[in-house]
C-alpha cells in the first residue's frame, strides 16, 4: 500500500510521529476504513502514484467535541516543494465545511518548519505548545497546536453530513479548492465502499488558498 510506505520512514527514522513501530498495511487499511464515512481520507497521485495523503479524525471522544477534528497530513519526500500537500489540505479543509466541522486542529511535532509552513499557508494559527510531552529517538519533544476554522460558530451546531450524504458536485468543488500546484497532479477521493474517482488539481497560474 502506497499510504504505508509513505508513512513508514516517519516512523521509523523521525520524531515526526510519535508511532514507534510501522503499521503493517491491514492495520493503514483498517484505519482508512474505520474512520469513513464520517471523515475523509484523500490520497494525491502524481505520474500514476500516491506520493500524499490527509485526513481528519477525531478530536476528542467527549461529545461536545463532535464539530471539532483533527487533521494531518503526509507527503513523501521526492514530491515535496511542488505545493502538492497544500492542494491536498485545502480539498480536505473544504469537504470537512462542507460536513458541518467546525473547528479543525493540527499537532506538530516541533521543530518542523515543513509543516508549520504547510499549516500557516493553509490559514492555521499557533495556539500553544504541549512541552517535553514525547519521548523519541533518545530524545524528548515538544507538540505544537495549530487551529483553524471551517465554519462560523454563530449560532447552534447543526447535524454533522456524512460523506455519502454530502450533495451532488461537493466533493467536485472541494477538488478545486486550493492554490496552484504542478501540472498533472490529481487528487482522488476514497469513499467507503465507492470506487475512486480522479480530478486533476489546477495546473501553475491559476489561484486559490486553503
Same mark, same amino acid.
Given at each position: 500500500?502506497?499510504?504505508?510506505?509513505?508513512?513508514?520512514?516517519?516512523?521509523?527514522?523521525?520524531?515526526?510521529?510519535?508511532?514507534?513501530?510501522?503499521?503493517?498495511?491491514?492495520?493503514?487499511?483498517?484505519?482508512?476504513?474505520?474512520?469513513?464515512?464520517?471523515? #475523509?481520507?484523500?490520497?494525491?497521485?502524481?505520474?500514476?502514484?500516491?506520493?500524499?495523503? %490527509?485526513?481528519?479524525?477525531?478530536?476528542?471522544?467527549?461529545?461536545?467535541?463532535?464539530?471539532?477534528?483533527?487533521?494531518?497530513?503526509?507527503?513523501?519526500?521526492?514530491?515535496?516543494?511542488?505545493?502538492?500537500?497544500?492542494?491536498?489540505?485545502?480539498?480536505?479543509?473544504?469537504?470537512?465545511?462542507?460536513?458541518?466541522?467546525?473547528?479543525?486542529?493540527?499537532?506538530?511535532?516541533?521543530?518542523?518548519? %515543513?509543516?508549520?509552513?504547510?499549516?500557516?499557508?493553509?490559514?492555521?494559527? #499557533?495556539?500553544?505548545?504541549?512541552?517535553?510531552?514525547?519521548?523519541?529517538?533518545?530524545?524528548?519533544?515538544?507538540?505544537?497546536?495549530?487551529?483553524?476554522?471551517?465554519?462560523?460558530?454563530?449560532? #447552534?451546531?447543526?447535524?454533522?453530513? #456524512?460523506?455519502?450524504?454530502?450533495?451532488?458536485?461537493?466533493?467536485?468543488?472541494?477538488?478545486?479548492?486550493?492554490?496552484?500546484?504542478?501540472?498533472?497532479?490529481?487528487?482522488?477521493?476514497?469513499?467507503?465502499?465507492?470506487?475512486?474517482?480522479?480530478?486533476?488539481?489546477?495546473?501553475?497560474?491559476?489561484?486559490?488558498?486553503?
Amino acid at each position: 500500500m502506497a499510504v504505508q510506505a509513505i508513512y513508514a520512514p516517519l516512523v521509523e527514522s523521525t520524531a515526526v510521529s510519535f508511532e514507534v513501530a510501522v503499521p503493517s498495511i491491514d492495520e493503514m487499511a483498517s484505519r482508512i476504513a474505520d474512520r469513513q464515512p464520517a471523515y #475523509p481520507f484523500l490520497v494525491a497521485e502524481w505520474e500514476e502514484s500516491v506520493v500524499a495523503y %490527509a485526513y481528519a479524525g477525531r478530536f476528542s471522544g467527549r461529545a461536545a467535541y463532535d464539530w471539532s477534528v483533527e487533521t494531518s497530513a503526509y507527503v513523501s519526500e521526492h514530491a515535496r516543494h511542488r505545493g502538492i500537500g497544500q492542494a491536498l489540505y485545502a480539498a480536505l479543509l473544504a469537504i470537512l465545511g462542507e460536513q458541518g466541522y467546525r473547528r479543525a486542529m493540527a499537532g506538530i511535532v516541533l521543530p518542523n518548519p %515543513a509543516s508549520v509552513a504547510l499549516h500557516n499557508a493553509c490559514g492555521f494559527t #499557533p495556539v500553544g505548545v504541549y512541552e517535553a510531552v514525547g519521548w523519541k529517538l533518545g530524545a524528548w519533544h515538544d507538540v505544537g497546536w495549530w487551529q483553524r476554522g471551517l465554519a462560523t460558530t454563530d449560532g #447552534p451546531a447543526d447535524p454533522l453530513v #456524512p460523506l455519502t450524504g454530502l450533495p451532488a458536485g461537493a466533493l467536485e468543488a472541494a477538488f478545486e479548492a486550493g492554490p496552484a500546484t504542478a501540472r498533472r497532479a490529481a487528487l482522488r477521493r476514497r469513499d467507503l465502499l465507492v470506487a475512486e474517482t480522479s480530478r486533476p488539481v489546477r495546473s501553475p497560474g491559476d489561484r486559490g488558498d486553503c
